[in-house]
């Protein structure tokens, strides 16, 4: 019976052109300074595709006329690996996890010599030799060099006539729906991230600094077995909340202002993206009730208009609108243009094992995507800033708020933090 990363594969092989070769790298820790280095997160693509969560291995597709192999290659231990780190992963863990076939599981050493015998006519053990070769090909910036690139510059260098193309054309379409197993991991993830919100609400009258706020939730997480974090956390009081991907978390905590948070869990590799505005001292000022009433409502009636069918266009225009009159009825912008000085990004985005999902935004939503709401005011020279996020699967007939029970309502939030 196939797993859930074989019929993942299966579903990416289906898309891909006949002979042709996918070489996909699990990546690794990248250097941070002397003998430190950053946390090692697996290339989400790589690990939907097998389940595996170790640095430098690599997945090999092949595809034929007619049919095709995959193959793992994964790190031999070492006497001093052994010593120092401790035991690799085995060909037979790997297998259980992946569902390939432990005779395609390989050593990381023999990747040159086979993908030699891939190409060769003559001494090869595939009678149909690749002419395309997918690489991972996503680019952080137009101007930086795609990271696939440089791992398998050598193939790049020896085999020059396979044509290059981007797998990302594929992920992209079969990564926006989601499993069964998707979802529930990704509400395990938004449990945790609420129950670390309402360690921040029961808290943060305590603090006196962003900083103490992002450390009882880092706890909060920690306590609940969270994996760490979805992305940096953004925790802005006052005038930061009007910058929207504020990260120092170091500054005073004033009485009377709010605190825009917005942060996720990470769990099993997929997160939470949740976004709540509380006041600091635990009341709501008038002005801060009237411009957090717009925000929620664009965000409740946005979530309504979710559904099978609708172009993000659509989606983005829907809560536009609706910051546009809310901003309009109490006398903050008078034309519709205007809002642009309060409200400068979109509606959402696609969820998953990315906080920004890889997803095509051209296409209508559809059963299985999971998408982000969220909604937002920037006042700057009010020193409010204001945003309430959520996280929605798009489901047959319309939607479902995975994220319901974190409380959003000002008398809600009122109550809790009394």
């Not at 942060?263 to 505005?277: E, V, W």
């Not at 983005?316 to 009159?325: C, G, T, V, W």
């Not at 400068?344 to 935004?361: E, R």
Request: aromatic fraction near 10%; charge should be neutral; proline fraction near 2%.
């Amino acid at each position: 019976m196939k797993n859930q990363f074989d019929k993942n594969r299966t579903k990416l092989i289906e898309l891909m052109k006949k002979k042709s070769i996918l070489i996909l790298n699990s990546g690794k820790a990248q250097h941070k300074t002397t003998d430190q280095f950053y946390p090692y997160l697996p290339h989400k693509s790589f690990y939907y595709l097998t389940g595996i969560e170790e640095e430098n291995c690599v997945l090999v597709i092949v595809k034929g006329e007619t049919s095709s192999d995959t193959y793992l290659f994964i790190e031999e231990t070492t006497e001093f690996m052994r010593l120092w780190v401790g035991e690799k992963m085995s060909a037979k863990e790997a297998a259980n996890i992946s569902g390939i076939g432990i005779k395609n599981i390989k050593y990381n050493k023999d990747f040159n010599g086979f993908f030699k015998g891939v190409m060769s006519y003559t001494r090869g053990s595939f009678i149909e030799v690749p002419n395309s070769l997918y690489l991972d090909l996503y680019r952080v910036k137009p101007t930086i060099e795609p990271i696939a690139l440089n791992q398998f510059q050598e193939i790049l260098k020896v085999y020059k006539e396979l044509d290059i193309l981007n797998i990302n054309k594929h992920m992209s379409v079969i990564r926006m729906f989601k499993y069964k197993e998707e979802i529930k991991k990704m509400q395990t993830a938004i449990s945790m991230t609420n129950k670390g919100l309402k360690r921040i609400m029961k808290e943060l009258s305590n603090r006196n600094n962003e900083y103490q706020i992002e450390a009882d939730f880092n706890h909060e997480l920690t306590l609940n077995g969270a994996d760490g974090l979805g992305f940096n956390t953004i925790l802005a009081s006052g005038d930061n909340g009007t910058v929207l991907h504020y990260e120092d978390n170091n500054s005073p905590l004033e009485d009377g202002k709010l605190l825009l948070c917005d942060l996720g869990a990470l769990h099993n590799n997929y997160g939470a993206d949740i976004s709540r505005t509380y006041p600091i001292n635990g009341i709501y000022s008038e002005r801060q009730k009237q411009i957090y009433e717009i925000v929620l409502q664009t965000n409740k009636k946005s979530i309504e208009f979710v559904k099978p069918g609708i172009t993000w266009k659509e989606l983005n225009d829907f809560a536009r609108n609706l910051l546009i009159k809310g901003c309009k009825e109490i006398g903050l912008i008078k034309d519709d243009k205007e809002i642009t000085k309060y409200y400068y990004h979109t509606i959402g985005h696609f969820l998953g094992l990315d906080t920004h999902d890889i997803g095509h935004y051209n296409l209508k939503l559809a059963e299985g995507m999971v998408i982000t709401i969220e909604p937002g005011l920037y006042i700057k020279e009010e020193g409010i800033g204001i945003r309430i996020e959520d996280d929605i699967l798009v489901t047959k007939d319309g939607h479902l708020n995975l994220s319901k029970e974190i409380i959003k309502e000002i008398v809600d939030i009122e109550q809790y933090m009394k």
